[in-house]
């Protein structure tokens, strides 16, 4: 739970190449972790993606592993690829992420806080808890793109209505930095 000290011994120290292989996945779950936790998602997701490659068949690990790999993709704007969901031995054990990502798909902020309400317990075990709390924006921002795509003019309420936000203020808000950062065109 020490990210900074974590990120200063990654830094500060290099991995030994005569290494195991269990010990090198061990050690780019634990990179990926902490780069995730640092808003460093490329770096997470690439440290993570080889550590999938690369990791043993015992399904504890690559589960752990894909879990936080979805989270990270998801944070980056990325829907993950639906078979992952559906493979052997995992299908169980990511359910809450599959129902988390179709929130986040469907782009509506009420059902995407439901979702997490109802797996929080689980979520906070996994300890994907915090950076799950972090996809929030994206689902605004997925709501946003959908509603762009469908309709060429719409109040501020109704985007407050659709998206799930409290208010036109806070929509118009949203929109604003969306219209900013280049994710609508206005």
């Keep these: 739970?020490?990210?900074e000290q974590a990120q200063k011994l990654l830094s500060n120290s290099t991995f030994p190449e005569t290494a195991s292989n269990?010990?090198?996945?061990?050690?780019l779950y634990y990179s990926g972790r902490i780069q995730a936790l640092r808003l460093e998602y490329t770096l997470s997701f690439s440290s993570l993606r080889e550590c999938l490659r690369k990791a043993p068949p015992a399904l504890g690990f690559r589960i752990a592993a894909q879990r936080?790999?979805?989270?990270?993709?998801?944070?980056?704007?990325?829907?993950?690829?639906?078979?992952?969901?559906?493979?052997?031995?995992?299908?169980?054990e990511l359910k809450p992420y599959l129902n988390i990502t179709q929130a986040v798909r469907q782009g509506d902020l009420a059902v995407f806080e439901q979702v997490v309400a109802e797996h929080s317990t689980r979520l906070q075990q996994d300890s994907t808890?915090?950076?799950?709390?972090?996809?929030?924006?994206?689902?605004?921002k997925a709501g946003l793109r959908k509603l762009h795509i469908s309709y060429s003019k719409l109040s501020l309420q109704d985007v407050a209505d659709r998206l799930g936000l409290p208010s036109a203020k806070s929509a118009e808000?949203?929109?604003?930095?969306?219209?900013?950062?280049?994710?609508?065109d206005a």
């Design 1 to 3: 739970s020490l990210v």
């Design 129 to 140: 808890y915090t950076l799950i709390s972090r996809l929030a924006h994206q689902v605004v």
């Design 68 to 92: 936080l790999l979805v989270v990270v993709q998801l944070l980056m704007g990325e829907i993950p690829e639906r078979p992952i969901f559906f493979t052997k031995g995992m299908k169980i």
């Design 22 to 27: 269990n010990q090198l996945c061990r050690y």
């Design 173 to 184: 808000y949203v929109v604003a930095k969306a219209v900013r950062d280049g994710v609508l």
